[in-house]
């Protein structure tokens, strides 16, 4: 069953929706004919509020709010399992990528508002410095979600064993990463506005 | 052969064993790492989930960094960073995706990018292992476990069956050791979810484990550090939803490997996992009659 969110009367369909998720992702949703192979192999759809098929179901009937309000675009890990199983050809990890982003790009309140701010964080941080590092990913991800001693226990152990280290190691040329996360925001920038125009 | 090397964040850190494993094992072979300079983060599920410019520029960046120094070909022994380098290189060949300014896309897209199963089999070649298993591994039964990324997507992992891949036992077999047969070997360890979302990430890894357990493995073999991470340090609270002892070893393949070819278990960094894996140094040497009569 699709639950929808917007439960009073009937929802409108946007269909510019459904072609402004097969230009952003290259993928045509449109060849989806739901034969729901990648909701069985998915192994987060148990925990999903709207299975895979549904979620591209959505796409089709332009039905945007649903698709970008659904849990499924930010439980999915990207295993890929749906797209290489899709007899379609449809990317599926691809396209839940697309909705990501434009959940992202549309300001509203994602659905696992942890799943991006965990993104968001790790992001800051390979921007400062153009490397990961595990310690102050957790340490501010802990403090962010008002939760820093849900996996203390574990990071002690893992430090012990000399897994974790305080000291983060920086890119030399930290200027250039700078300017690879200013290309994109450009591209998103140019983007936003092309669409902005087409819906004019 | 020289092969450019690309640890990624994590073998600095979280997987420094799966990083001197590595090193020791493809020196063993003949496999000449040459770490690429200045090397920045691949970005991850994080940077794709986001912005699709953003992933390839990041990865971009150590591909194009490869061709200024001269390497042609790149290994990336963490599965979600070989997933990345090869999904930029896709997508800056087809020209759907740029770098900016300073970079050399063309050049970039133009590396050859290897997993490390891919580099074993490949490019030192089940004979060579073979023939540097001084101390093989008889007794032991791993589980190998593939995770995601090494297969998938098909197009741009280009290695290995997507649905049964045989690889990682081929490479474990030659080292002398008795793989254990399951049909979890694909399945998702839940990823970064183990820590956005735990309970969820929890469920998969005690699937995971409870087929391996089930299976007779002893350890569970893999070839990522985001799987070895969520299998081990997980394992504890999948122990508990399932209510069963687990107690399994998660181990780099190369560590495997490492032990296989006589080298120390301190040089391999086999003491940094959770779940102790120094004990499987006492079953390891087995002789392979042994092992096979008590019922491997």
Same mark, same amino acid.
């Given at each position: 069953m699709v639950r929808f969110p917007r439960s009073e009367g009937f929802t409108t369909a946007d269909l510019g929706f459904a072609h402004e998720v097969e230009a952003?992702?290259?993928?045509?949703?449109?060849?989806?004919?739901?034969?729901?192979?990648?909701?069985?192999? *998915?192994?987060?759809?148990?925990?999903? /509020? =709207?299975?895979?098929?549904? +979620? &591209?179901?959505?796409?089709?009937?332009?039905?945007? $709010?649903?698709?970008?309000?659904?849990?499924?675009?930010?439980?999915?890990?990207?295993?890929?399992? *749906?797209?290489?199983?899709?007899?379609? /050809? =449809?990317?599926?990890?691809? +396209? &839940?990528?697309?909705?990501?982003?434009?959940?992202? $790009?549309s300001g509203a309140q994602p659905a696992e508002p942890q799943t991006p701010l965990f993104y968001r964080i790790f992001l800051g941080l390979v921007r400062r410095r153009g490397r990961q590092n595990e310690l102050p990913l957790m340490a501010a991800y802990g403090i962010r979600t008002r939760n820093p001693f849900?996996?203390?226990?574990?990071?002690?152990?893992?430090?012990?064993?000399?897994?974790?280290?305080?000291i983060g190691p920086k890119v030399r040329d930290v200027e250039q990463v700078r300017r690879i996360f200013e290309h994109a925001e450009a591209h998103r920038r140019s983007r936003a506005k092309g669409e902005a125009k087409a819906r004019e | 052969?020289?092969?450019?090397?690309?640890?990624?964040?994590?073998?600095?850190?979280?997987?420094?064993?799966?990083?001197?494993?590595t090193r020791t094992v493809c020196d063993a072979l003949g496999l000449e790492l040459v770490e690429i300079e200045d090397w920045n983060?691949?970005?991850?599920?994080?940077?794709?989930?986001?912005?699709?410019?953003?992933?390839?520029?990041?990865?971009?960046?150590?591909?194009?960094?490869?061709?200024?120094?001269?390497?042609?070909?790149?290994?990336?022994?963490?599965?979600?960073?070989?997933?990345?380098?090869?999904?930029?290189?896709?997508?800056?060949?087809?020209?759907?995706?740029?770098?900016?300014?300073?970079?050399?896309?063309?050049?970039?897209?133009g590396v050859r990018v290897?997993?490390?199963?891919?580099?074993?089999?490949?490019?030192?070649?089940?004979?060579r292992i073979r023939e540097k298993s001084v101390t093989p591994i008889a007794g032991l039964h791993p589980a190998a476990y593939y995770g995601c990324l090494l297969v998938r997507p098909p197009e741009i992992a280009e290695f290995d069956d997507p649905e049964n891949p045989t690889s990682m036992e081929q490479i474990l077999?030659?080292?002398?050791?008795?793989?254990?047969?399951?049909?979890?070997?694909?399945?998702?360890?839940?990823?970064?979810?183990?820590?956005?979302?735990?309970?969820?990430?929890?469920?998969?890894?005690?699937?995971?484990?409870?087929?391996a357990k089930a299976a007779g493995a002893d350890c569970v073999a893999v070839a990522c550090p985001m799987c070895q991470t969520n299998l081990d340090t997980r394992q504890a609270a999948a122990a508990a939803r399932l209510s069963e002892?687990?107690?399994?070893?998660?181990?780099?393949?190369?560590?495997?490997?490492?032990?296989?070819?006589?080298?120390?278990p301190r040089k391999l960094g086999l003491g940094r996992h959770i779940v102790d894996a120094t004990r499987l140094t006492q079953i390891a040497f087995t002789p392979a009659a042994e092992a096979a009569a008590s019922g491997g």
């Open positions: 952003r992702s290259g993928e045509k949703v449109a060849a989806c004919y739901q034969c729901a192979k990648c909701t069985a192999g *998915c192994p987060l759809a148990p925990e999903m /509020d =709207i299975a895979p098929n549904q +979620v &591209m179901r959505c796409v089709q009937l332009g039905l945007r $709010d649903a698709a970008l309000g659904a849990s499924s675009i930010w439980l999915c890990t990207t295993c890929t399992t *749906c797209t290489t199983r899709c007899p379609r /050809d =449809i990317d599926l990890a691809r +396209v &839940m990528d697309t909705l990501r982003a434009m959940a992202l $790009d849900k996996d203390l226990l574990l990071g002690q152990k893992m430090f012990l064993k000399g897994k974790l280290s305080p | 052969m020289r092969l450019g090397y690309y640890p990624g964040c994590s073998l600095h850190a979280t997987a420094k064993e799966f990083d001197l494993s983060c691949c970005g991850a599920t994080a940077a794709h989930a986001i912005s699709d410019e953003l992933a390839v520029g990041l990865a971009g960046r150590n591909l194009a960094l490869a061709a200024q120094q001269g390497l042609d070909s790149v290994l990336a022994p963490c599965a979600a960073c070989f997933g990345r380098l090869k999904h930029a290189a896709k997508a800056l060949g087809s020209g759907e995706a740029d770098l900016p300014a300073g970079l050399d896309a063309r050049a970039a897209a290897h997993n490390i199963l891919d580099a074993l089999l490949n490019l030192a070649g089940l004979e077999g030659a080292a002398g050791a008795q793989p254990a047969e399951w049909y979890h070997k694909l399945e998702c360890c839940g990823a970064s979810l183990a820590v956005t979302n735990t309970p969820s990430a929890v469920r998969l890894v005690a699937d995971i484990l409870s087929h002892e687990l107690d399994l070893p998660i181990v780099y393949i190369t560590e495997l490997l490492g032990l296989a070819f006589g080298i120390a």
